[in-house]
């Protein structure tokens, strides 16, 4: 064999393997641990685990079994509340049930908290929401909740779709007090870049992107859903008024395709610090 043909070849099995690897990834669920800072934190709710499962999209690529192996994933952890953050379904609203239905096995103790996603109004935000209330979630959409202990608070509080929904912070957080500490709840990342309630938001959490599914050496995402770029593709994000964590989530949509980029079930561990 001369070298253009070996080169050739070689280049052939690369391509193939990374085909290969690209439709296995998806399959290949892991669990993000992030501790996450938070100024005047609460000394009681120091150590407060929070799951987030986003992005599930039950529908031709994403089965309501993997959605459960999702839910297992996340009671192992044994978190203080779990919030799911949007994009239940994929394609055909005959997907909405049966992939709510594996949430009805989530355990926390703080109860479990919901906003919807593009993809829940396109197919039926009605039933989206009908579905998480029978399973027990509690859906916030331009809504909050106190969590209280030891006479100390924490609010968590959700907007709707940015894309497809109203966005109104006033509401959302009305009657919790200035100095609580507050986590928000937005399925688009690019939500941050609007936020109009200064540093009163501690904490920002959010899906959406996906990661991008695939993440090039060197370059990053290809194709993101957002209008800023590669800022709010993954992790950990330094937004202008507060930190943003964007999950990579856990389903896939068309391509259902992964590089680099496997699916996630993130796990944050709140932890203060004095003034």
């Known amino acids: 064999m001369n070298r253009r043909k ?5 280049a052939g099995g690369v391509c193939a393997v990374g085909g290969i690897w690209s439709l296995s990834e998806p399959l290949f669920l892991t669990v993000e641990r992030r501790e996450i ?12 685990k929070i799951a987030l499962l986003t992005d599930t999209h039950c529908g031709p690529f994403t089965t309501p ?7 297992d994933l996340a009671n192992a952890e044994k978190p203080d509340v779990v919030l799911l953050l949007g994009d239940f379904c994929h394609r055909d609203k005959k997907y909405i049930a049966p992939g709510i239905e594996p949430f009805s096995n989530l355990k926390a103790p703080a109860g479990v908290l919901a906003v919807l996603g593009n993809h829940d109004h396109w197919e039926s935000a009605s039933l989206t929401q009908k579905e998480l209330l029978r399973v027990g979630a509690k859906v916030l959409l331009n809504k909050s909740i106190v969590l209280k202990r ?14 497809e929904g109203v966005q109104d912070l006033q509401s959302t957080f009305r009657g919790v007090g200035r100095d609580t500490t507050k986590i928000l709840m937005s399925h ?3 939500f941050a870049e609007r936020l109009h309630y200064g540093s009163l938001i ?3 959490v959010s899906g959406h992107t996906h990661g991008g599914q695939v993440q090039i050496p060197f370059w990053g995402a290809p194709i993101l859903p957002t209008m ?3 800022k709010y593709c993954a992790g950990l994000i330094k937004g202008p008024d507060c930190p943003v964590y964007v999950s990579r989530g856990v389903g896939t949509i068309t391509p259902p395709v992964r ?11 709140l932890v203060g610090s004095n003034p």
């Open 188 to 190: 688009n990342p690019d």
């Open 202 to 204: 501690s904490l920002m």
């Open 259 to 269: 590089f680099r980029c496997r699916p996630e079930v993130s796990l944050l561990t």
């Open 6 to 10: 070996f080169l050739k070849r070689l």
């Open 228 to 230: 800023t770029g590669q």
């Open 150 to 163: 030891g006479g100390e608070k924490l609010a968590i509080g959700g907007v709707d779709d940015l894309w």
């Open 65 to 71: 079994s993997f959605i459960q192996k999702a839910v």
């Open 37 to 48: 800072l938070l100024k005047k934190l609460p000394s009681v709710f120091q150590g407060f």
